[in-house]
């Protein structure tokens, strides 16, 4: 039976590492080099506040000979819920205080309304069942509740005017979706900044990135792409996609601009719907 992540089970395994890399002999630093993890990494996961991915896990216990524990009682995010390689990431998500994200091509999960998240899993390959298709939808949806609180996180969001012009669903499906985020923004709950295609290659064009910051950790930044996806926790690294951000962003459209744009595209499809 599958382990529910939840703080107490997080908790709970970060003991189990922490009495099994104690009893090998290891630091926190020596079991970093053994495993190819970083020593904060492996910190976090023994006070409970992080959780693993799957590969971490094994490396974990393969240079601890423990068996495949480390495995077997790695805490879960739930079956068809996520996929693997996001499931830290959307831990991290729920504990940040700022976002700032970056899409080269498709609505961020965060922003997506259900018809246009329907259409987007449904080309998934390999193909889901209708109800693997609505667990993940939901869970994306749910992801959403941490814009009912107003204060945090503070949530930038950076589009590429691919993101807006890609059809997902049909005109009015896309047409909701734009207005969706075009009211977010009215509402001042995110900032939405549009990079027009006229302002050629940019530094973020190679793919997905969201940064985040958190009010008892370091900043990490996540990055995607086809079937791969990563938190990157090194101080320079993370540094350098933050100043890629800034960057990008200071040729993007004003955040009024953006929400014009973004409402102007909306007509756009409801016409084309129409007619």
């Not at 959307?90 to 504990?95: A, F, P, T």
């Amino acid at each position: 039976m599958a382990i529910e992540d939840n703080p107490e089970s997080r908790l709970r395994y970060g003991e189990e590492l922490r009495a099994r890399r104690e009893g090998a002999g290891l630091t926190q630093e020596e079991l970093s080099v053994r495993a190819i993890m970083s020593r904060t990494h492996i910190a976090h996961i023994e006070a409970g506040r992080r959780r693993p991915a799957v590969e971490d896990a094994r490396r974990l216990d393969d240079v601890l000979e423990a068996g495949g524990v480390l495995v077997r009682f790695l805490p879960s995010v739930g079956e068809g819920r996520v996929a693997e390689r996001f499931a830290e990431a959307m831990e991290l998500e729920k504990r940040a205080t700022m976002l700032r994200t970056y899409a080269p091509k498709l609505v961020p999960g965060l922003l997506q309304t259900k018809a246009y998240a329907h259409g987007i899993l449904s080309t998934w390959f390999p193909p889901k069942s209708a109800d693997e298709r609505d667990a993940l939808r939901d869970t994306r949806l749910a992801r959403a509740k941490i814009f009912d609180d107003f204060e945090s996180p503070v949530a930038w969001y950076l589009l590429d005017e691919a993101v807006l012009r890609r059809p997902v669903g049909g005109p009015a499906v896309m047409c909701e979706q734009l207005r969706h985020i075009a009211n977010l923004g009215d509402s001042g709950r995110i900032r939405v900044h549009v990079l027009p295609f006229a302002v050629g290659p940019h530094n973020l064009l190679e793919g997905f990135v969201t940064l985040m910051w958190f009010s008892d950790l370091p900043p990490v930044a996540y990055v995607e792409g086809l079937n791969t996806g990563m938190v990157l926790e090194n101080p320079s690294v993370v540094r350098n996609c933050q100043v890629s951000y800034e960057h990008a962003l200071g040729d993007a459209l004003s955040h009024n601009e953006s929400l014009a744009l973004l409402r102007s595209v909306a007509d756009d499809y409801e016409h084309g719907e129409q007619s």
